[in-house]
Structures are given as C-alpha cells and as structure tokens.
C-alpha cells in the first residue's frame, strides 16, 4: 500500500496472531469470521489469519449500512469481526459480536503460533453474501478445493509467479479479490493496494503500476476501460510491465483488447465468466482478433475440472445456434446458501440423467461450433 509495504515473513507473523486470537476464542471448521474492513495491508492479514484458524472469512464493507452488517452477523452465526484500528470506533457491532482491531495493541501483544488447523479442503474457506433480489442477501459458502481449483487453473493456465504483481482494485466483498490475494499470495507474488479513495481514481492506478512494475489487471470491464480512457487522453500510457488483463462481471466491449493493446503490444486479454456460486469463473475465453461479424466475445470453454451446459427445461442439451439456460458443474460449486436450504435447492439441483450437481444461472447462452458458449444475458 502506499503507507506500508508488508514482506512475507512479516504477513506469516501477524496473521499467525490473528490465527491463535481466533483460536483461543472458538473459532474453527465452518465458522464465519467476520472482516470489516476498507482497502489496505490489513486485508491480507485478516483473511490469511481466519484461514489458518480453520474458519471461513465473511467480508463486510465499512460503507454498508449498519442495519445489514448487523443482519450478516445475526444471518451467519457471528462471534468474532477483524476491523482496522481507525474504524474501531465507527463500525458499530451487534451485541455478542468481539471486534479486534489487527493492527491494535492488543494484537501486537498476542502470540503468532496458531495450533494446527482442522480444516480440510471440504472446509469453508469464505462466504459471500450477494444482493438478492427479494431485498435479503445470500450468502454463497465456498469450500478451500473449490476456490483453490480455480486459484490453480488460473496461474497455471497464465503462468503466474513470483515475478508478478497485481493491482487490487476489487473489494473484499467481491469474489474477483479471493484471486487476488490468494492466487498472487501462494506463488510468492505482490499485491498494489490502492488507497481506499482511489478505487476510482484511473490516475492513481497508473502511478501506481508504474512505480511498483504492477503486471497483472483483474477487474469488471467498466474499469479497465476508465483506465483506457484516462491513458488515451492526457494521463499517460499505461506501463508495459502489464502482461495480463483479466476481465468479468459483466460485457465485455468489442474494442478493450485492441484498445489495449496499442498502449501495450504483449498484452493478453482473457475473457472470463461465471458465478460467485462457482468460485470465482468458471469459463474463459483469450480475446484474440476480434471478427467484424461478432455482436460479442464469446463467453468461451469450460475451466479445468469445471462444466458449462446449455439446457432446455427438460435439461437437455441445445444444439448449435439454440439459446438455452446455461448450468454450471464441477468442483467450483458452493456448498449452499449459508442458512437458507430453500435457496439452495431452487439454485441447485442434480441432474437426474447424469448425476451430476448443477448450478442454475439464470443466465442464457448457446453454444457456437468449435465447443465455445455465447453469452446471451439474463433469462
């Protein structure tokens, strides 16, 4: 971040003390932790520490309102919330809720040797609640195997290691920042944490991709286009240490990766879609020469280890060219809605030939020739 820089050993040690605080006050396996927090070093430390305490971490961001972070904490089971110490104050906390702040006295004081964890790889590794559309939040409940499958694929896939650094922008509530932080963190890479003020600020971005040899971009599409039109107009091209955009979370415009690429010719764009009821993506396509026929970039092929279907009602496959609802299998899926199985049964469902656990969508898609999916919006 821009007032601290925090080395590996230094990370180990501190969320080794939010570890044994944890431990020593219940938590563990399928517990949620809650973290109240905004952008900052703070972050890493809190969602590394809940993990090696066993539990699961719950993000909450500071600028919600009160009235549903005290529905969260009531909703999931909530003992125990990890804050900053300058929002000790402001961030009020139901009753039976303990806050510490990690970067408090009264951390700094506790030991960094958790005991050893209980928690497996079919343990809760986090929950996110999303907006639902009846007003009430669901909470997806994500497993360590599912997260890390993705986490995997991706750095594999793209060759990530410790040369690289990641620009954070996205918040702790949103699931695109569980790779930045652990998929950057576990090959020995960095992470750039902007300031909490400049999570829309394109010209803070590119002073800080220049300063710290930022490689990698992971954002929604609006963003990396605020950047573009910042670095297109009087705000400086974009450094040429970036070698891969990853974009998701909503349309893709036809023009982002050529648009990209005249700043920075090496650059790879890659497409990426899925749910947070999935861990993260599970589908990607490599945005190559865009085809002047093309109304969209395809939503691409399945992710290792993950399926993608294009059913009818019946749950039958559609042919080429035939819109249909779009499932998604494999070992991406969540658990379940935290607390709420009539959720989960709407939203999932097994497939009565196959066998196989499906998420439903809600979105639509067909299937092109060559095995690719388009993206065809909301049913």
């Not at 999570?199 to 220049?210: A, F, H, K, Q």
């Not at 648009?259 to 920075?264: E, G, I, K, N, Y």
């Not at 499906?358 to 690719?372: A, S």
């Given at each position: 971040?821009?007032?601290?820089?925090?080395?590996?050993?230094?990370?180990?040690?501190?969320?080794?003390?939010?570890?044994?605080?944890?431990?020593?006050?219940?938590?563990?396996?399928?517990?949620?932790?809650?973290?109240?927090?905004?952008?900052?070093?703070?972050?890493?430390?809190?969602?590394?520490?809940?993990?090696?305490?066993g539990?699961?971490?719950?993000?909450?961001?500071?600028?919600?309102?009160?009235?549903?972070?005290?529905?969260?904490?009531a909703?999931?089971?909530?003992?125990?919330?990890?804050?900053?110490?300058?929002?000790?104050?402001?961030?009020?906390?139901?009753?039976g809720?303990?806050?510490?702040?990690?970067?408090?006295?009264?951390?700094?004081?506790?030991?960094?040797?958790?005991p050893?964890?209980?928690?497996?790889?079919?343990?809760?590794?986090?929950?996110?609640?999303?907006?639902?559309?009846?007003?009430?939040?669901?909470?997806?409940a994500?497993?360590?195997?599912?997260?890390?499958?993705?986490?995997?694929?991706?750095?594999?896939?793209?060759?990530?290691?410790?040369?690289?650094?990641?620009?954070?922008?996205?918040?702790?509530?949103?699931?695109?920042?569980?790779?930045?932080?652990?998929?950057?963190?576990?090959?020995?890479?960095?992470?750039?944490?902007?300031?909490?003020?400049?999570?829309?600020?394109?010209?803070?971005?590119?002073e800080?991709?220049?300063?710290?040899?930022?490689?990698?971009?992971?954002?929604?599409?609006?963003?990396?286009?605020?950047?573009?039109?910042?670095?297109?107009?009087?705000?400086?091209?974009?450094?040429?240490t970036?070698?891969?955009?990853?974009l998701?979370g909503?349309?893709?415009?036809?023009?982002?990766?050529?648009r990209?690429?005249?700043?920075?010719?090496?650059?790879?764009?890659?497409?990426?879609?899925?749910?947070?009821?999935?861990?993260?993506?599970?589908?990607?396509?490599?945005?190559?020469?865009?085809?002047?026929?093309?109304?969209?970039?395809?939503?691409?092929?399945?992710m290792v280890?993950?399926?993608?279907?294009?059913?009818?009602?019946?749950?039958?496959?559609?042919?080429?060219?035939?819109?249909?609802?779009?499932?998604?299998?494999?070992?991406?899926?969540?658990?379940?809605?935290?607390?709420?199985?009539?959720?989960?049964?709407?939203?999932?469902?097994?497939h009565?030939?196959?066998?196989?656990?499906?998420?439903?969508t809600?979105?639509?898609?067909?299937?092109?020739?060559?095995?690719?999916?388009?993206?065809?919006?909301?049913?």
């Amino acid at each position: 971040t821009a007032e601290r820089t925090l080395t590996y050993g230094e990370l180990w040690h501190r969320s080794g003390q939010v570890a044994r605080w944890l431990c020593e006050r219940g938590a563990g396996p399928d517990r949620l932790v809650a973290v109240g927090m905004e952008k900052g070093w703070e972050q890493a430390v809190a969602a590394l520490g809940v993990v090696r305490a066993g539990a699961a971490y719950l993000p909450i961001d500071p600028a919600w309102p009160d009235e549903r972070r005290f529905y969260l904490c009531a909703h999931g089971g909530v003992e125990l919330a990890l804050v900053q110490e300058r929002l000790a104050g402001p961030l009020a906390w139901p009753a039976g809720v303990t806050a510490v702040a990690v970067d408090g006295a009264e951390m700094a004081r506790q030991e960094a040797a958790p005991p050893p964890s209980s928690a497996g790889p079919s343990s809760l590794a986090y929950a996110i609640f999303t907006s639902g559309s009846t007003g009430f939040p669901k909470g997806v409940a994500i497993e360590h195997r599912s997260a890390a499958n993705t986490i995997l694929d991706v750095n594999r896939r793209f060759a990530v290691g410790p040369q690289d650094r990641v620009l954070a922008l996205s918040s702790l509530s949103f699931d695109l920042s569980v790779w930045d932080l652990f998929g950057v963190l576990a090959v020995g890479g960095a992470l750039v944490m902007p300031e909490p003020w400049a999570g829309r600020d394109p010209s803070r971005w590119v002073e800080l991709m220049r300063s710290h040899g930022v490689t990698l971009w992971n954002s929604v599409p609006a963003l990396l286009e605020l950047l573009l039109e910042h670095s297109e107009g009087a705000g400086g091209a974009i450094p040429e240490t970036l070698r891969l955009a990853l974009l998701s979370g909503d349309w893709l415009p036809l023009d982002v990766a050529s648009r990209l690429r005249r700043q920075v010719p090496a650059a790879q764009v890659v497409s990426l879609g899925g749910a947070t009821e999935a861990s993260i993506w599970s589908i990607l396509h490599p945005v190559g020469e865009v085809a002047p026929e093309w109304k969209s970039i395809p939503y691409g092929k399945p992710m290792v280890n993950q399926t993608f279907h294009v059913l009818d009602a019946r749950l039958q496959p559609r042919p080429e060219w035939v819109p249909g609802d779009l499932y998604i299998g494999g070992v991406g899926l969540a658990r379940c809605y935290w607390g709420d199985a009539e959720k989960t049964a709407a939203s999932f469902l097994v497939h009565p030939e196959s066998g196989e656990r499906l998420y439903r969508t809600g979105d639509l898609g067909r299937y092109l020739p060559g095995g690719d999916i388009e993206f065809l919006g909301r049913a």
